[in-house]
């Protein structure tokens, strides 16, 4: 119960501003090995938000999430996330029809998701100052564990193909294009941005992006 609780913390921080109706029921998870695979996602129309961009996810599907937690070796091994297959449609905002509902529901989303960004950096602060006046014994077992696998979470994206189609540059004739990458990893790294794994309370942690 306490593993299933750390995956569903893990998985709501990083998807649920993303995922159109997360649903944990779902999760086919083998505590034993450590893996959680959640298949055939979408995802929401406002995916893209934080980019501030000026287009919108009309279609966005995720095939395959696994995520692969060392629970034996946590302290010494990096924590894993792989997605295979990302495939995301934008259209320009101007193109997609006013929704009251959605909208309501879209910027009470945003300002949910600014609290929680809020509330997550205090927390982190807290964290952080107590860790340095407290000893580690103090803090729980499950905060420990979360900390610890955010820190050294791997994200591993393969697949992926992006797709714009824009309708109003002339009647009849819509324009489109579309890219396609091999791969997106992401890993912690140290302060010269060799891959590492943090064992060790830090008010920074360094992530180094690479993709084909």
């Given at each position: ?13 990083y ?6 109706n ?7 998870i ?42 034996k070796?946590?302290y ?7 997605i ?11 193109e ?21 960004k ?23 077992f ?38 396609t ?8 790294t ?23």
């Amino acid at each position: 119960m306490v593993l299933e609780n750390v995956v569903v913390y893990i998985l709501d921080k990083y998807l649920g501003d993303y995922i159109e109706n997360l649903d944990y029921k779902k999760l086919k998870i083998d505590l034993w090995n450590g893996n959680v695979v959640l298949e055939n996602l979408y995802l929401k129309p406002n995916a893209l938000a934080d980019l501030n961009l000026p287009v919108t996810v009309l279609t966005g599907y995720l095939q395959k999430l696994t995520l692969v937690i060392p629970w034996k070796n946590l302290y010494k091994h990096p924590t894993k996330a792989y997605i295979d297959g990302l495939y995301i449609l934008v259209v320009p905002k101007t193109e997609v029809e006013y929704d009251a509902k959605r909208d309501e529901n879209e910027q009470h989303e945003a300002k949910m998701k600014e609290v929680r960004k809020v509330e997550d950096l205090r927390k982190e602060k807290e964290a952080y100052e107590q860790s340095k006046e407290t000893q580690k014994d103090h803090d729980t077992f499950v905060e420990r564990m979360q900390l610890t696998i955010i820190r050294n979470l791997e994200l591993s994206i393969r697949n992926i193909h992006i797709a714009y189609e824009d309708k109003s540059t002339k009647p009849g004739h819509p324009f489109s294009f579309g890219l396609t990458l091999n791969y997106i990893e992401l890993k912690t790294t140290d302060t010269e941005w060799n891959p590492t794994v943090l064992k060790d309370d830090t008010p920074v942690i360094f992530k180094v992006r690479m993709f084909e």
